[in-house]
């Protein structure tokens, strides 16, 4: 089979070839040092009117160095795009999108920004975070909660990012994305029949709600026919049990976007796994998100004003273009960059530099007809979906299976539009989604060689966690969750990414788990490997046996699943997918004695550790456990005193043998954290935090 929108890379040649026919701008264009362009041509696509609205002075009037005060903007921005340019040619459906008088499929997107009230104070730069799901991640980097309307001075953190006067720019691409809560969202066409009629196709819905109150389950598109006859759903407890199929008379539609069991009212058994699989109507042009985020970034960076004559908010003042990205929208960023979307209409960078945390080496399902973007593959859900088709790596490989050649840089290296790129991974990535792909050769046998534009981490010991500190709950899974804070390495290494693209210098070494040096342990296949799972020996990780914790090493591994004949042109036809028995090797990290991965960046929990920490966790039983907990990981505290230990018959060292005093773990944790800070990947601040968190801790006191 045919892997993946390959037609990409192939259009993406076309695209350098015709760039000469179709850069000449209809007005002049300014380069960086003079900052903008006057009003552009509206027959070429892009934005043609931004619609802002000021609502006043941002953060309760709070300063941030010498930059001042921040502006907060809201509104709109209404863009179109010519389904025959060759720059678009990717994006799947556009053809069959309506269009206005001018031959354009128009589109819009919610944008939101905070600038610098006065500009000319700003450090000239955009610092653009790709919404998740619609929602802002604002606090990654500033030490500030979770938030989309950041409004009153604490919303600000620590301004990490303020501070330095960057213009801060959100932006809708997920048509998906729910429009309440001050989410941002976009507006795209559905596609259609030639003759009008509405396009048909096959769907599946994975379906899991861990309480016992949910009676209706909304689907991701509205159905064709409402005959349960067309329609197959099915249930089972755990991953590896067999599916049960649901008879038509235990269940029943409401409406065309909505079903129920029956008798109505009954509840959907709580952790259970539900799938519906049914013939789904009207998919939107999703993937015309990728341009979208395009044509604004551009649009920011390089015009006055849209063709209405309103004026660019930025104009002349962003001459440089970051993006950051957590989770989904890093995944999202994988694509963007593959896609060839990094290259304006002028075949100019969008982004200059990009920090991803926790993108791994897979996409998002976004380019596909009845694309799901929210989707996300997890040790227990979605491998059905289409998030990880090869490549993996921005490092180009052949592919074992098919034989094509391709890397995820490969588009943006013909035009000449690479960013610098980091990619910070946690060990939830490993264990979750494949992640060694993104530094292993596809067929598992060496390491890979990165491009000079390109940096990858790993975050020893880490879950997949999008804000700092999550609450110390089990939740749904048998063990509390890992309490570390990403956000301390996630500042040092976008500080390296902006020393990086503006003067050069470059960040530190990749640091990641490896085949040569025996850091990385294999994803064995198993008999339920269709499934999209595997498992890790205990041996082979060196993981200790500490009482009272379920391993099962249970990961995912990486099938090439055959989505039907048209797969390549972003149609799927065979939904839920066939496993071919083709399996691209995976690894997960080795750990040492305490449970603690040996290979990457090592925080100071994980230096002078308190507790062990894991990027993977079980679920508790009457949620489907044992299986895999999602995204979270594990703290388990290590025992106290060595009388402790071996009353517990716990394998690894006590508090007391490790420091012996309080005094003792001071020490360890501030040599850790320079150390950290010298290597470049903590901050000085962020490394005094730690230094007096560890004294004024009630660690052996």
């Known amino acids: 089979m045919k892997r993946i929108l390959r037609r990409s890379a192939t ?16 007005t002049a264009v300014a380069g960086p040092e003079d900052g903008a362009s006057d009003r552009p041509s509206a027959h070429r696509g892009g934005i043609t009117r931004l619609e802002l609205a000021s609502q006043g002075v941002a953060f309760e009037g709070r300063r941030f160095g010498t930059v001042g ?12 795009l010519d389904p025959n340019d060759p720059r678009n040619a990717a994006i799947t459906d556009l053809k069959r999108a309506p269009r206005n008088a001018r031959g354009m499929v128009e589109y819009a997107t919610d944008v939101y920004i905070l600038k610098p009230t006065d500009l000319r104070r700003g450090n000239h730069q955009l610092f653009m975070e790709v919404n998740n799901r619609g929602q802002k991640f604002f606090g990654s980097l500033n030490g500030s909660p979770l938030m989309n309307d950041p409004t009153t001075a604490a919303d600000a ?35 259609k029949k030639r003759n009008g009629g509405s396009i048909t196709g096959p769907s599946y819905e994975y379906l899991v709600f861990d309480d016992a109150t949910t009676t209706t389950a909304t689907l991701s598109y509205p159905a064709a026919t409402t005959k349960r006859s067309k329609a197959t759903l099915t249930v089972r407890d755990r991953l590896t049990d067999k599916p049960r199929t649901v008879p038509a008379s235990g269940w029943e539609y409401v409406g065309d976007k909505q079903i129920r069991l029956l008798p109505a009212g009954t509840p959907f058994r709580q952790g259970a796994i539900y ?9 939107v042009v999703a993937g015309i998100g990728f341009a979208a985020t395009r044509d604004l970034v551009s649009f920011l960076r390089h015009q006055r004003v849209d063709t209405a004559g309103n004026r660019n908010p930025l104009a002349g003042h962003a001459n440089r273009a970051f993006a950051f990205a957590v989770s989904q929208p890093a995944r999202y960023l994988n694509d963007f960059l593959w896609l060839g979307f990094n290259a304006d209409a002028r075949n100019r960078p969008v982004f200059d530099g990009i920090e991803n945390w926790i993108g791994g080496g897979t996409g998002v399902a976004l380019n596909y007809r009845f694309s799901q973007p929210p989707r996300t593959e997890r040790i227990r859900q979605n491998h059905w979906y289409p998030e990880g088709p090869f ?17 995820r840089d490969e588009a943006c290296r013909r035009t000449g539009t690479c960013p610098k790129i980091i990619n910070l991974n946690s060990s939830n990535e490993y264990w979750s989604k494949a992640g060694s792909l993104l530094h292993t050769d596809p067929s598992g046998r060496r390491d890979a060689v990165e491009p000079p534009n390109v940096r990858n981490y790993l975050l020893s010991s880490v879950e997949h966690t999008v804000v700092g500190n999550p609450a110390d709950s089990p939740g749904v899974c048998a063990v509390a969750r890992n309490t570390i804070n990403p956000g301390p390495v996630q500042r040092a290494l976008f500080e390296a990414l902006t020393g990086w693209v503006n003067r050069g210098t470059p960040p ?10 025996g850091t990385l342990a294999r994803v064995h296949p198993t008999k339920q490997s269709s499934l999209g799972i595997g498992v890790v020996k205990q041996r082979e990780l060196g993981w200790p046996s500490i009482p009272g914790i379920t391993y099962t090493g249970t990961a995912t591994v990486r099938n090439l699943y055959d989505f039907g004949p048209r797969f390549t042109n972003g149609i799927i036809d065979r939904y839920p ?25 090592r925080m100071p929990q994980i230096q002078a550790p308190i507790a062990t920490h894991t990027g993977w966790n079980v ?3 009457g949620f489907g456990g044992p299986d895999g907990c999602e995204g979270w990981g594990m703290t388990i505290p290590l025992p106290k005193t060595a009388k402790e230990r071996r009353a517990a018959k716990d394998p690894r060292r006590s508090l007391v043998e490790r420091y012996r005093t309080h005094d003792g773990y001071v020490r360890a944790v501030t040599k850790a954290a320079r150390t950290l800070q010298r290597q470049g990947l903590l901050l000085k601040r962020d490394a005094d935090a730690f230094i007096a968190e560890a004294q004024a801790s009630d660690v052996l006191r």
């Open 69 to 80: 005060t921040y502006e907060k903007l809201r509104g709109r921005a209404f863009g179109e």
């Open 577 to 601: 997918p066939v496993a071919t028995g083709r399996i691209y090797p995976s690894y997960v990290p080795v750990v040492d004695a305490d449970g603690l991965e040996i290979a990457g960046i």
């Open 275 to 283: 799938e519906f699989s049914y013939r789904a109507k009207d998919p």
């Open 391 to 407: 490549p993996f790596s921005y490092t180009s490989f052949r592919d074992p299976v098919t034989g094509k050649r391709d890397g």
């Open 11 to 26: 259009l993406a040649v076309a695209a350098t070839l015709l760039v000469s026919a179709f850069s000449a701008p209809p």
């Open 157 to 191: 953190g620590d301004a990490y990012v303020l501070d330095q006067g960057f213009s801060l720019v959100w932006s809708g691409w997920d048509p998906s994305a729910s429009a309440t809560n001050d989410n941002l969202t976009l507006s795209v066409p559905v596609a």
């Open 619 to 621: 679920r508790v039983d």
């Open 508 to 517: 530190p070494a990749s640091r990641v788990p490896r085949l040569d040096d």
